[in-house]
């Protein structure tokens, strides 16, 4: 009898964690799909040196850690800022891949050219 209830256990454990390898792996295919398309987020900034950083940390912790959708890009476009918006965004591309800091002329250019992308 002990041996049937352990015999039983194990077999639903294993066929518990076979359902959920299968799972994962659908779930990356899923998620291989969605990367490979993206989408691209370009935020313009102006002297927002207060407000900059935890705007930022407060979209990229959404898009890493939560359920939004998986992002490509996204790129802070300064548009001249007197004070150090520019450099407080630089300093968090450092450290998130995804971040990039342009100048507002660049952005311009990157969308007259958008469909080379």
């Known amino acids: 009898m002990l041996e049937f ?4 256990i194990f077999w639903t454990l294993a066929l518990y964690g ?3 390898i299968i799972k994962t792996i659908l779930q990356l295919h899923t998620f291989t799909k969605m ?5 691209y987020v370009i935020i313009a900034v102006k002297n927002q040196e207060e407000k900059i950083e935890g705007f930022l ?7 890493l850690y ?9 790129m802070v476009a300064d548009l001249g800022s007197t004070d ?10 450092k450290d998130y891949e995804i971040l990039k800091v342009v100048s507002w002329k660049e952005c311009e250019d990157l969308m007259d050219n958008i469909d080379n992308i």
Not at 5 to 8: A, G, I
Not at 66 to 74: A, C, F
């Open 84 to 93: 150090n918006t520019k450099e407080i965004a630089k300093k968090l591309a």
């Open 18 to 20: 076979l359902f959920e």
């Open 57 to 63: 940390r407060a979209t990229l912790f959404k898009i």
């Open 5 to 8: 209830v352990c015999n039983t």
């Open 35 to 39: 990367k490979a398309d993206g989408t």
């Open 66 to 74: 939560g359920r939004e959708e998986y992002l490509k890009n996204i």
